[in-house]
């Protein structure tokens, strides 16, 4: 029989378990955990692979890359261009979770939005939305048709994040200063739906605000306290919070794992290459 392998390549210091916890969830026989990848060195990780396993050994051996946003997105551009027949294998993109988690956030939003056509035109704006998470939801709800707004801390960062992202999306994505709570009202007045991003125990939104702003769907993916979104629950999955049909982080989270572990098992039955768009397909599917 031959061993399903798990390479998990991770652009930080230190490789991150909980992929390689899913990948032996997802039924992988081994799992091989490789910190501080670059562009450079995986050249030798790669060639120092692909010989010593047979066809089906290769057609049983999965890339995740992970860690940094553009650094993961360069590898796996360079992946592409170095696994060509007969040396290929499936290589997944999911940089701190962001594929997966922004795929699972989006589809239960759509659900709730009542489809696709609830999102189309609708303004969309994302706190802190500047961190791997929050701009892989900013692609894939401009990718529907959203009006996407990011708000960052900082005016420039905020600005330049857009910038790439509209280049990303060949669509406007607006880049908003979010640093004190007007502001980030300021950059919520006309949105009917609000995604928190922010990194742990960051506040971005407080009650009496969320009152006033009057948005239908919030969501938050900070699962550590104080949340994004102040009073909201981690399990809910659509109960109304201060007049808005909620999700939490936990509810989002659920989810992502299951769709993480989908990718992992669909990367052993098609050998090819998976970014944020498969993983919103199967989130869909499986939000159904
Ligand atoms: P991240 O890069 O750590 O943070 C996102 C953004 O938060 C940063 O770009 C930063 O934006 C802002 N930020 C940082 N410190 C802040 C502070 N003290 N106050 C206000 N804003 C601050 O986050 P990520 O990796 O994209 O993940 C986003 C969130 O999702 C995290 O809370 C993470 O734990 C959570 N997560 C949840 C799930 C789930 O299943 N629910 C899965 C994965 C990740 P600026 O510097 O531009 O202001």
């Not at 360069?74 to 040396?87: A, D, E, V």
């Amino acid at each position: 029989m031959v061993k399903k392998v798990f390479f998990y390549f991770d652009t930080n210091k230190v490789a991150n378990p909980f992929d390689l916890l899913l990948a032996l969830d997802a039924d992988y026989d081994i799992v091989l955990p490789y910190a501080g990848v670059t562009e450079e060195n995986v050249e030798y990780i790669i060639n120092n692979s692909i010989f010593a396993r047979d066809k089906e050994g290769l057609k049983n051996t999965v890339i995740m890359v992970g860690g940094d946003l553009d650094a993961s997105e360069r590898i796996f551009q360079k992946l592409k261009r170095m696994l060509r027949p007969p040396f290929q294998m499936s290589v997944v993109l999911d940089p701190s979770g962001a594929c997966t988690t922004a795929a699972a956030t989006i589809a239960k939003i759509e659900k709730l939005a009542g489809g696709a056509n609830g999102i189309r035109g609708k303004s969309v704006t994302i706190l802190a939305g500047t961190g791997p998470v929050g701009q892989i939801s900013a692609i894939l709800l401009r990718n529907l048709g959203a009006h996407v707004t990011i708000t960052s801390r900082s005016k420039d960062k905020a600005a330049k994040v857009a910038s790439k992202l509209s280049d990303e999306v060949r669509g406007k994505v607006k880049g908003a200063q979010g640093n004190l709570t007007n502001e980030r009202c300021e950059s919520c007045k006309d949105a009917s739906i609000i995604l928190a991003t922010g990194a742990i125990g960051a506040q971005l939104l407080d009650s009496e605000s969320l009152k006033k702003l009057k948005p239908g769907i919030i969501a938050d993916i900070n699962a550590v306290q104080p949340y994004g979104i102040e009073d909201i629950k981690l399990d809910m999955d659509g109960e109304t919070l201060n007049g808005a049909k909620a999700l939490g982080a936990c509810a989002i989270g659920d989810l992502k794992n299951l769709v993480e572990k989908r990718i992992l098992k669909k990367a052993l039955e098609e050998t090819r290459f998976f970014d944020y768009n498969d993983a919103f397909m199967l989130a869909r599917e499986l939000t159904k």
